[in-house]
């Protein structure tokens, strides 16, 4: 079985400050793990994957996610919030021999202010 | 290069009838999964397929269904609609059905039901 955590529901950031969204997951199995961000009245666009390679996990837009096996933690970060990243994020875990199946953390709705 | 196109885009419904859900998945994707997003309940995964075979199906009652055809286009099916099935469905497609976990999956911009 698996599941994934999003520690925050709602994250409020000012424009050009860091970003924090705290996953947290369980996994019976080798996992892989991604970030996914939802824009209103869109699909889900994947922002990063981690899939056993290296621990620091690089991104579009400037976002970028550490795996960390001892905490089962898989935090996404940005150094500076630009206004077109409100929206909402999903952390997401996947067993590698589960084909296509997510498994969705409960979403973290960033809003920047300006 | 065209997205993944799922039709329609907005439907309302009322309880127990049934609903037909259609999605077109990237060029040269074979595979395609279907997920349910709910206020409540958040996305969840209903079923995968691959190459027209079911590959993964989620806990869901029978009512829900799907199929895909020999050009991977597929559809979902709901009969007997519940006010509970009220959701966005969203439809994802990718080259395989994972292995390594490592296929990234693309989305459409779902079908947002409303049963009235």
């Known amino acids: 079985a698996q599941s994934v955590t999003q520690l925050d529901s709602h994250v409020s950031v000012s424009e050009g400050t860091p970003v924090l969204l705290r996953c947290n997951y369980s996994s019976s199995y080798s996992p892989s793990l991604f970030w996914y961000v939802q824009h209103p009245n869109k699909g889900l666009q994947l922002l990063l994957k981690y899939t056993s390679a290296a621990t620091l996990v690089k991104g579009i837009n400037g976002f970028e996610a550490e795996f960390k096996k001892s905490e089962t933690s898989f935090h996404l970060t940005k150094p500076s919030a630009h206004m077109s990243d409100a929206a909402e994020y999903f952390c997401v875990v996947s067993r590698k021999a589960a084909g296509n199946k997510l498994t969705f953390g409960g979403g973290t709705r960033v809003l920047v202010k300006p | 290069k065209a997205g993944v196109t799922q039709t329609p885009r907005y439907l309302i419904k009322t309880r127990g009838q049934q609903v037909t859900l259609s999605c077109s998945p990237i060029s040269g994707h074979r595979s395609v999964s279907w997920y349910q997003q709910t206020p409540g309940q958040g996305l969840q995964f209903l079923f995968e397929y691959f190459s027209e075979t079911q590959r993964n199906k989620g806990n869901f009652p029978g009512r829900f269904s799907g199929r895909q055809f020999s050009n991977s286009r597929s559809e979902m099916n709901v009969s007997t609609l519940e006010l509970g099935d009220s959701a966005l469905y969203l439809c994802?497609?990718?080259?395989?059905?994972?292995?390594?976990?490592?296929?990234?999956?693309?989305f459409g911009a779902g079908s947002r039901l409303t049963v009235l």
């Open positions: 994802a497609s990718s080259l395989g059905t994972g292995g390594l976990g490592a296929n990234v999956l693309t």
